[in-house]
T-cell receptor, first 114, second 114 residues
Framework: AQSVAQPEDQVNVAEGNPLTVKCTYS??????LFWYVQYPNRGLQFLLK????DNLVKGSYGFEAEFNKSQTSFHLKKPSALVSDSALYFC????????????WGAGTKLIIKP | DAGVIQSPRHEVTEMGQEVTLRCKPI?????LFWYRQTMMRGLELLIY????????DSGMPEDRFSAKMPNASFSTLKIQPSEPRDSAVYFC????????????FGQGTRLTVV
């Protein structure tokens, strides 16, 4: 069965420092990977996705993610964190074997301190 | 495009009452998802439609929950009778039916059952 793991419930970063939010996955076949962000009292917003091609994917708000096939990881990164990046971040993978459902990680709360 | 539209944004109801949540997906999207989000259980998939047909309703918690999609532009999630433990934020999301397609979320309906 396909699955996604976000090993950290919370990540704390000082403003201006680089940030990383971790995601590992387990799939059969080629992975289709996604990152979403949820601000308080809002729906989830799409940030970026990996389908094929370059391992470094760039997305919204200056975020990027690095796909690593050997480590089955898709970590979200940003070179310089902003206080406004504080939010809940979800990693997801398409379950090709189950009618293309999205399988979600549990979410990681990112806190950026001034 | 206005995005995925959900109504109402907030609903407070008494235990035992019927609750109906509504969703208008993005035009051209043929996959629709209903999710529930709580602090305790995180993001849970309730039901998934493809081309207006329910594909997987294994996440629907009980017979009190039902969902319909009478046409490509409208879906409802009904709880009858409602219970306090149904209190949560309910999200609707839509996407194209393709593994590389991201899902777009509505703003959610915050349901409180007292």
């Amino acid at each position: 069965a396909q699955s996604v793991a976000q090993p950290e419930d919370q990540v704390n970063v000082a403003e201006g420092n680089p940030l990383t939010v971790k995601c590992t996955y387990s799939v059969s076949g080629n992975p289709y990977l996604f990152w979403y962000v949820q601000y308080p009292n809002r729906g989830l917003q799409f940030l970026l996705k990996y389908i094929t091609g370059d391992n470094l994917v760039k997305g919204s708000y200056g975020f990027e993610a690095e796909f690593n096939k050997s480590q089955t990881s898709f970590h979200l990164k940003k070179p310089s964190a902003l206080v406004s990046d504080s939010a809940l971040y979800f990693c997801a993978v398409r379950d090709i074997g189950s009618n293309y459902q999205l399988i979600w990680g549990a979410g990681t709360k990112l806190i950026i301190k001034p | 495009d206005a995005g995925v539209i959900q109504s109402p944004r907030h609903e407070v109801t008494e235990m035992g009452q019927e609750v109906t949540l509504r969703c208008k997906p993005i035009s051209g999207h043929n996959s629709l998802f209903w999710y529930r989000q709580t602090m305790m259980r995180g993001l849970e998939l309730l039901i998934y439609f493809n081309n207006n047909v329910p594909i997987d309703d294994s996440g629907m918690p009980e017979d009190r929950f039902s969902a319909k999609m009478p046409n490509a532009s409208f879906s409802t999630l009904k709880i009858q009778p409602s219970e306090p433990r149904d209190s949560a934020v309910y999200f609707c999301a839509s996407s194209r039916q393709a593994p590389a397609s991201e899902a777009f979320f509505g703003q959610g309906t915050r349901l409180t059952v007292v």
